[in-house]
């Protein structure tokens, strides 16, 4: 009932330049506020509504949203960022889902460009005709996709040679461990190393110190997102950040 009742929202969370810290894009992450729990996380009910088959109309509703909210700010003036938007496995199988995508842009006005799709990297594993036309059809669609928790799959690279992607974000559980004597920074370095020499980006979550922050930059990581730079925020004040100093 949580749809129904407008429970949901949606909190926003800065993608910057790893060298400039400017603000180049955001992830929308979905947010229940619950009149009784209070604010739930959605690794707690995203599972459920997954394994429920709910996730369909619950990633409807975080794509619509997130577009609706890009129009909003459009309309104002507003210098608008690309924004990222989580596909589960569940969506990215439904045939019709380029057609979805495309009305919805369509129905706010909006630019693909000012799109990304995440896909999980178990999607991308799934190395089938259905999944590379699916993937090709996004693409032509002028929209970002990338890669997301990518390194966490213990799959063969082979099928990124063959899918048309822009990105590869790098899981958070190895930037967190850039700060201790692990094997993570040989795979962060091996990561971007093997995304740039096949023209992809890469971008980290889940930065939180200066240190590996220190450690990204002089390995060539593009993009970095986390608590170092911002937490998901609300839409306004993520509004905030998109207007002109001084503003």
Known sequence: ????????????????????????????????????WGMVSPGRFIPIAENSGQILEIGDWVLRTALRQIADWRATGITVVPVAVNLSALQFRQT????TVSQALRDFDVPPQLLELELTERIAMEDSSFTLDQISKL??????????????????LSYLRRYQIDKLKIDQSFVQDLDRETDSGTIVRAIINMAH????????????TQAQLDYLRQHGCDEIQGYFFSRPIPAADFERLLLPAGA
């Open 96 to 99: 019709s889902l380029c057609d």
């Open 197 to 208: 020499g096949m023209g992809f980006k890469t971008i980290a979550e889940g930065v939180e």
């Open 139 to 156: 693409h032509a669609m002028g929209i970002t996709l990338s890669i997301d928790d990518f390194g966490t799959g213990y799959s063969s």
């Open 1 to 36: 009932r949580a749809l129904s009742k407008g429970e949901l929202l949606l909190h926003y969370q800065p993608q910057v330049d790893a060298v400039t810290m400017q603000l180049i894009g955001a992830e929308a992450l979905i947010r229940w506020q619950h009149p009784e």
